[in-house]
């Protein structure tokens, strides 16, 4: 079947830390992979992606690889912000089904 | 519309009531999917409408839950005679493509938080 496992929170760094959120997956066939974004009352929305294997999906300083030999696709960031406190999901879509499978999200605090 | 619209933003209800949940996708979105996120846990998929074709419907965790869309326009969310259990956050995200594509992309709505007392 077709899971998301990603790394329990919350999360809490000093800003300009050094930030990694593991993404573990189980999937049928070859997934596409996702990272998406809950900032504080708002909803979720696109950090990035890849769709292959060894592809680099990046966006706002944020980086995740799609390791096929690990099944992972951990988030990192190099300096993280006050204003990247959110919740972050880790996400697959498997070739040919409908379904978005998503982790369980992982509170992201960044302290000033 | 700019974005995915969910309405109401908050329901709180009394166990047994019935309610309705609203999703406004994005405007030529073809795709539209109802999630569950309860506090705490992951997105549980519950529903998927494509087009016109048949919704993919085995994500409903009872036959308490049912959804319509009618073309590819509003969807409303039903779920009768409520109990707590069913008490979460009710997520609507649509997208322009359909899904397996490594294109799709999902946009979600703000959700409808339901508390049954």
Known sequence: GNSVTQMEGPVTLSEEAFLTINCTYTATGYPSLFWYVQYPGEGLQLLLKATKADDKGSNKGFEATYRKETTSFHLEKGSVQVSDSAVYFCALSAVNFNKFYFGSGTKLNVKP | ?117
Request: charged letters at 20%.
């Open chain 2, 1 to 117: 519309g700019a974005g995915v619209s969910q309405s109401p933003s908050n329901k709180v209800t009394e166990k047994g009531k019935d309610v309705e949940l609203r999703c406004d996708p994005i405007s030529g979105h073809t795709a539209l999917y109802w999630y569950r996120q309860r506090l705490g846990q992951g997105l549980e998929f519950l529903i998927y409408f494509q087009g016109n074709s048949a919704p993919d419907k085995s994500g409903l965790p009872s036959d308490r839950f049912s959804a319509e869309r009618t073309g590819e326009s509003v969807s409303t969310l039903t779920i009768q005679r409520t109990q707590q259990e069913d008490s979460a956050v009710y997520l609507c995200a649509s997208s322009l493509v359909a899904a397996g594509s490594g294109a799709n992309v999902l946009t979600f709505g703000a959700g409808s938080r339901l508390t049954v007392l």
